[in-house]
């Protein structure tokens, strides 16, 4: 069996970086693309892991960093998986967001992932799957429009862009809810408590909760779904 190759942007960390480990440890060759040049680390990791893992430096909102991404997806032979990952918030109530901040968080969280569907799409593999990460925030978050419209817009996106790929190419998102990360750690202790308290799960997520649900969507092991939304939140979004 051939090698299949990931390429999964924002992989410097986080949940990126931790679904570039799920994914090579399911025996995929990764391409790690991020405008933070700590993702040459982060390849260099897991290559000592012992696993196959290259690392693009580039920004996804500017020409040059597409066209890097795309060179090394015709260096790598093609790709089979697709993970959408990289995003940015710039939070405030509406009132003080100022338009640039409005444009960056879409600009990098919806713009980008179409820009660069577009440039890999003679690069993808017959039987590809592409996974945009949304977030639960798409049905809506205080102090967050910017955000809960780029999320909203990227599941938007997904499903158009399944129905103009199928059958070739899967394209699916993923919802993640609530994740220990630097940004939840961030939160002061009382107003974490208080939203663990909401999740049915009653736990914070993990990155390697979100980085599973990705990788089984990458596989063909969801090979009848195209179009749809993981959420990925502990039950968060059905509770009242
Ligand atoms: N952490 C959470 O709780 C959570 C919840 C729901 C959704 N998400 C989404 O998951 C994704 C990853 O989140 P995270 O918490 O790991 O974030 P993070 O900030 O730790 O990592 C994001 C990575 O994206 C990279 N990046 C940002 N802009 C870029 C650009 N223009 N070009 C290339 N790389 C760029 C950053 O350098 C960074 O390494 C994001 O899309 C985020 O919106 C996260």
């Given at each position: 069996m051939s090698t299949r190759t990931a390429l999964v942007t924002g992989g410097a960390r986080g949940l990126g970086l931790a679904i570039a480990r799920v994914l090579a440890e399911r025996g995929h060759a990764l391409l790690l693309v991020d405008r933070d040049d700590a993702v040459v680390a982060?390849?260099?990791?897991l290559a000592t892991d012992g696993h196959r893992a290259r690392a693009v430096v580039a920004d996804l909102t500017h020409d040059t960093?597409?066209?890097s991404v795309v060179a090394a997806a015709a260096d790598a032979g093609g790709i089979d998986v697709l993970v959408n990952n990289?995003?940015?918030t710039r939070d405030a109530r509406l009132l003080k967001m100022t338009p640039e901040d409005f444009a960056a968080v879409?600009?990098?969280?919806l713009v980008a992932p179409m820009r660069l569907a577009e440039a890999l799409a003679e690069h993808l593999r017959e039987g590809a799957s592409v996974v945009n990460m949304s977030s639960r925030a798409a049905l809506g978050n205080f102090g967050q429009t910017n955000y809960v419209a780029s999320k909203s817009g990227l599941v938007g996106f997904t499903r158009g862009l399944a129905l103009a790929w199928a059958p070739r190419v899967r394209v699916n998102a993923v919802a993640p809810?609530?994740?220990?990360?630097?940004?939840?750690?961030?939160?002061?202790?009382d107003v974490l408590v208080g939203l663990v308290n909401k999740i049915p799960a009653a736990r914070i997520g993990e990155a390697d909760d979100v980085a599973r649900a990705v990788a089984f969507l990458a596989s063909d092991d969801?090979?009848?779904l195209t179009g749809q939304v993981l959420t990925v939140c502990g039950g968060r979004s059905v509770a009242p």
């Open positions: 982060a390849a260099e990791e960093g597409l066209a990289a995003g940015i879409i600009d990098v969280n809810g609530l994740i220990d990360s630097p940004m939840s750690r961030a939160m002061p202790e969801s090979s009848y």
